[in-house]
C-alpha cells in the first residue's frame, strides 16, 4: 500500500483486531452531564461481524461514533481505551485519526441521502475518499476506482451511473454507493449503523447479502448496529446488547437469541411478533419506558422496567449495578444481573403466559 | 349490487369467521376499482399535464365490521395513498368506496363532513402528527368539538375519559405534546382517532416509528381497543410479521394493485404469487439464530420500477423469475385459487418451489448471457 501510515496497525499480539475497554461518553449539556455510554468493553476479531442491539437512546451508536472518533472532543467526555489493530485511538490527534478513517475503518450510515452530498457526482465523491487515502494515485486512478466499487457493489452500468447525482439513485443503491464508498480504501473495520433500516424488506436483504459476500471477500470486521433482532439474528456472530448506556448481554448470536441471560433481551424477544408465533398469544409488551441518560436509575438501569426484581432478595436490584460477568450458561455468555439463574426465572414466566 | 363471485370485491365476504357481519349482510367497507392517479406537470408557465403517477390503480377490497384487513407492500406501493384516499384526504380518481351503503367516493368536503367521523386515521409519525402548539386536551377534544358528539361542558370529562382508555394519565391533558415519549404520542393520536367512535381506523404504519420495546405496547392496547369498540381497521404497514400478528386478513399491494389477498393462513402459509413469496423470504427472522443456520432467500432483483411509467402486463414481471412472454402482454386477473377468499394475480401462481425458483433463474440468467 502506497499510503504513509506507519506500521503502528499490526496488531501487537493475537489481541482482536478492535478491543474497547471500559469507554465512557459523557456529553455536558445546558440540562447537565448526559451518561450517553458507561463502561462499555467490547472486541471483534477479523472476519466476525458483532451485532449491537438496543433501542434509541441506549448508547449503541454513541460507542460506535467514539471508536470511528466523530465526536467533537471539546464537547464530549470519553474515557477508557479503543485500540484498533493495537493503536490507542484516545487521545490521537485529528490527523492520525484521519489517516485511520477510512485506511483503517470506515461507516455506513443509516440515511444515504444524507451521507451523501447533494451537489457532487457519486463517483466523484467515491474517488475523492480514494484520493484522500492515495496521494501518489492519479485521478484518473480515482476514477477507475470509484467505478469499479460501484460494480462491485451491484451497482448495473457503473461507468454512467458514477456521474449521477446521489438524487438519481433509488434509496438501495444510494445504500450501496455509501458501502461503496466505505469499502474503497479496503478497511479492516467497518461499522454499519443501522444501515438497512430505511429500506424495504427486499431491498434491505440484497443488502444484508451484499455485506456478508464483501465480509467474506475482504475479511474485514463489521460492527453491525441495529434496533432489529432479526437483522442481528442474520448477521452476526457475536450479539452485545445495550441498555441505558451499558452493555448488559453479550455472547454468541444462538446463545443470545435461543437463551437469553438478561430480562431486558428476553423482553425484547418476547415483544416481537414472529413469523411462526401463535396469533392468539397477546405480545409481551416491556412496561414503562427507556430510562434517562441524564439521571440514569441507580442499581441495574432496567429494574424500573424488569418483571424479575421481585425474585431477586431484598432491594439488590435498585442498589447495587449487577456486574458483567458469565452466568450458568458458560464463560463466553456474559450477562448483567442479579438473578441466580435468569434462564430458568423467566422460562418459567413465558411458561406461565402461555397457561 | 352483485358483483360476478371471481373478483376481488368478493374477497371476505365467506363466513369463516362467523362473526364480522354488519346488521344488513354487507361489509362495513367496500372498495371497488378504486384508483388514484396523480398528474404530473411539465416546467415551464404551461404546467401541462405530461405523465400520470398510478399511485393506485383499480384496488378492490372489503372490510367487515370489526375486522382488519393488513395491507402490505414496499415502499411506493400505494398503501399509504389508498389509506389516504378513503378518508378523502386524496380525491379519487375514479372507482367507489361503499361506507355503510354510502359511497363516498363522489361526495364534496362539505357533503363528506357527518361521513368523517365513521372513518378516522392514526398516523404513523407521532412527531409531526401532534400541533405541537396543542395541548393534548385540545388536540383530543377538538374533534369532539367539530362534531359537536357531547356538550361543551362534557369535553374536558370526556378528553380525560379518552386519555385513560388509552393508558394515559387523565390529569396529563394540559401537557403539550413534547411531554410526551414516542410510544405515549401514539397514544394521543390513537384517542384522538378513538374520540368520534368511527366505525373504521386506517392506521397507517402505526408502530414502525417506535422503539421495539414500545411497539408491543401500542399493538396490545390496539387490539383491545378494537376488540372493544368493534372497530373495523385497515392496517398498513411493512413489517409482515406485525401484520400477520394484528390482521386475519392480509392484502399485498405491489406498484398500485393488489396482487394476493386471503387470510392468515394462505398468505403466510401457502403464498401463491411470486412477489408474497419473494417478499416473505426476505423478512430476517429471530427463529433462523435460534435454530441455527440460514434459510434461502428470494432474491429479487432491482427496486419497485416507476409508477409512472409501469411495466406492461403484469407489473411484477421485471422482477420475477417465472416470467414468459404472455406477462409482458396480459395483464393477470385477480382470482380465486385453492381456498375461498384466497386471490392471487398471476399466470403462474402456485405455492413456492425452490427447484422452480433456482431453473428459472439459471434460464434466465443463461439467455441473459447468450
Known sequence: MSSPVEDVTRPASDEPFLVVDDLTVKFPTADGLVHAVTGLSYSVEMGKTLGIVGESGSGKSVSSMAVVGLHDAKRTHISGSIRVGGTEIIGLSEQRMRRLRGNEMAMIFQDALAALHPFYRVGAQLAEGYLAHHPDATKRDANAKAVAMLDRVGIPQPDQRARDYPHQFSGGMRQ?????????????????????????????????DLLQDLQRDFGSAIVFITHDLGVIAEMADD????????????????AVMSKPQMPYTWGLLESIPELVSDTTKRLLPIPGTPPSLLHPPTGCPFHPRCRFTGDVPGDLCERELPDLVPGLEGASHLRRCHLRNPAETMANAAARKEV | MAPPPETASDVGTSTDSGSSWSSNGKPLLEVKDLVKYFPVKSAGLMRRVVGQVQAVDGVSFT??????????????????????????????????????????????????????????????DPYTSLNPRHTVGAIVGTPLRVHSVVPRDKVLPRVQELLELVGLNPEHYNRYPNEFSGGQRQR????????????????????????VSIQAQVINLLEDLQKEFEIAVLFI????????????????????????????????????????????????????????????????????????????????????WKAQEICATQEPPLVQIGKEGHLAACHFAEPYDSAIHDAAKAQREAAKAS
Open chain 1, 176 to 208: 450501496r454507493a455509501m458501502i461503496a464508498m466505505a469499502l474503497i480504501n479496503d478497511p479492516k473495520l467497518l461499522f454499519a449503523d443501522e444501515p438497512t433500516t430505511a429500506l424495504d424488506v427486499t431491498v434491505q436483504a440484497q443488502i444484508l
Open chain 1, 239 to 254: 450479539v452485545l446488547v445495550m441498555y441505558g448506556g451499558r452493555a448488559v448481554e453479550l455472547g454468541s448470536c444462538a
Open chain 2, 63 to 124: 372490510v367487515n365490521k370489526g375486522e382488519s384487513l393488513g395491507l402490505v407492500g414496499e415502499s411506493g406501493c400505494g398503501k399509504t395513498t389508498t389509506g389516504r384516499v378513503l378518508t378523502k384526504l386524496y380525491e379519487p380518481t375514479s372507482g367507489s368506496i361503499m361506507l355503510d351503503g354510502t359511497d363516498l367516493a363522489p361526495l364534496s368536503p362539505k357533503q363528506m363532513m357527518p361521513f368523517r367521523k365513521d372513518v378516522q386515521m392514526i398516523f404513523q
Open chain 2, 188 to 211: 394521543i393520536g390513537i384517542a384522538r382517532a378513538l374520540a368520534l367512535q368511527p366505525k373504521l381506523m386506517i392506521a397507517d404504519e402505526p408502530v414502525s416509528a417506535l422503539d
Open chain 2, 237 to 320: 404497514a411493512h413489517d409482515l410479521a406485525v401484520v400477520r400478528h394484528f390482521c386475519p386478513k392480509i392484502a399485498v399491494m405491489y406498484l398500485g394493485k393488489i396482487v394476493e389477498v386471503g387470510d392468515r393462513e394462505s398468505i403466510y402459509g401457502n403464498a401463491h404469487h411470486p412477489y408474497t413469496q419473494a417478499l416473505l423470504s426476505a423478512i430476517p427472522d429471530v427463529k433462523q439464530a435460534q435454530i441455527g443456520g440460514r434459510r434461502e432467500r428470494i432474491h429479487l432483483e432491482g427496486d419497485v420500477p416507476s409508477p409512472i411509467n409501469p411495466p406492461s402486463g403484469c407489473r411484477f414481471r421485471t422482477r420475477c
